[in-house]
T-cell receptor, first 114, second 110 residues
């Protein structure tokens, strides 16, 4: 099994550009998450989903959007990129929710906005 | 006060010693406590979780939880160079979502 796959691994954006970070999992997990990790900071939850068609905001949702049309895919959309969105982005999935089952993380996307 | 606090380190221990990593949290209602390990440039992976007061052992790892004092710790016995990583404490916080600490960097020296 591939687990959680994120693409791309690296990306440089100019201010104001948009992009979609892709995330796919093959473990049939209902729960999926997007986190960002800034240097010296903990993981911050951006958006999460408890199943196809259901999404909700996390701690830092501004500037991002998500959709969950299938169980497998959970893309994160950045509109009008800003330097403050420079970060490492991790997608994760969980079988029964992050409070009672492990988060399985993808390898991350390192995004730089200049 | 941060919801989850960890000393950023680095915590340096010699090979074979016990590494003790600590984490304090602010929400008295927290119920679930996790330790994730993150190697440099890699994604986090779960190594331990604990829900009840006391100790929980898994191989060389022991998680300790004291809800009255609002701290959770991770002990690593017989530390190995391969244990060198950042250890993230995660605790259920507001709205029952998981809140991560900033992590403690552990260095195991030869």
């Amino acid at each position: 099994n591939a687990g959680v796959t994120q693409t791309p691994k690296f990306r440089i954006l100019k201010i104001g550009q948009s992009m979609t970070l892709q995330c796919a999992q093959d473990m049939n997990h209902n729960y999926m998450y997007w986190y960002r990790q800034d240097p010296g900071m903990g993981l911050k939850l951006i958006y999460y989903s408890v199943g196809a068609g259901i999404t909700d905001k996390g701690e830092v949702p501004n500037g991002y959007n998500v959709s969950r049309s299938t169980t497998e895919d959970f893309p994160l959309r950045l509109e009008l990129a800003a330097p403050s969105q420079t970060s490492v982005y991790f997608c994760a999935s969980s079988q029964r929710g992050e409070l009672v089952s492990p988060l399985h993380f993808g390898n991350g996307t390192r995004l730089t906005v200049t | 006060q941060k919801e989850v606090e960890q000393n950023s380190g680095p915590l340096s221990v010699p090979e074979g010693a016990i590494a003790s990593l600590n984490c304090t949290y602010s929400d008295r209602g927290s119920q679930s406590f996790f330790w994730y390990r993150q190697y440099s440039g890699k994604s986090p992976e779960l190594i331990m979780f604990i829900y009840s007061n006391g100790d929980k052992e898994d191989g060389r790892f022991t998680a300790q939880l004291n809800k009255a004092s609002q701290y959770v710790s991770l002990l690593i016995r017989d530390s190995q160079p391969s244990d060198s990583a950042t250890y993230l404490c995660a605790v259920t916080g507001t709205a029952s979502k998981l809140t991560f600490g900033t992590g403690t960097r552990l260095q195991v020296t030869l």
